[in-house]
């Protein structure tokens, strides 16, 4: 359980710095490149700021310990991001683009996967404990 729990981490940690670094950079508009290929792609300059304060969202609420289900929502959210990111690159006739999205949606699913074994495995050791008092006749 302690080797998913470091492995689950430094996955994760390592898909939230590419989304942190992407988030700043959308919000910022940081560079006259990044703007032009946001119009490129077909989206208004505005969608950027949008999508980088959801992914700060995102971010803030897999770093927040408990609240699974938000998570999920997180996870959610970027495989969105990820799929958008892969179908508009593919859109423009830019398929070496798009190649980025498939590796960051392979992160993202990779620390989903973790998330959950993490999970199951708490949940595992909280029904052993239970089971016993459930014998005895106490439910809740």
């Not at 919000?27 to 969608?47: C, D, M, R």
């Amino acid at each position: 359980m302690k080797k998913i729990k470091i492995t689950y981490w430094i996955i994760t940690a390592c898909t939230l710095a590419g989304f942190a670094l992407s988030a700043f950079n959308e919000i910022a508009h940081s560079s006259k490149n990044f703007v032009e290929t946001t119009q490129l792609l077909g989206y208004p300059v505005y969608f950027l700021t949008l999508l980088g304060v959801a992914k700060i969202i995102g971010i803030l609420v897999l770093l927040v310990p408990k609240y699974y289900r938000l998570k999920e929502w997180a996870y959610a959210g970027f495989t969105i991001d990820c799929i958008s990111a892969f179908w508009s690159e593919m859109a423009v006739g830019n398929p070496m683009g798009s190649i980025k999205s498939v590796v960051v949606f392979m992160f993202v699913m990779l620390s989903y996967y973790l998330l959950l074994k993490m999970e199951r495995g708490s949940m595992n050791k909280s029904h052993e404990n239970t089971s016993d008092s459930r014998k005895m006749g106490t439910f809740y």
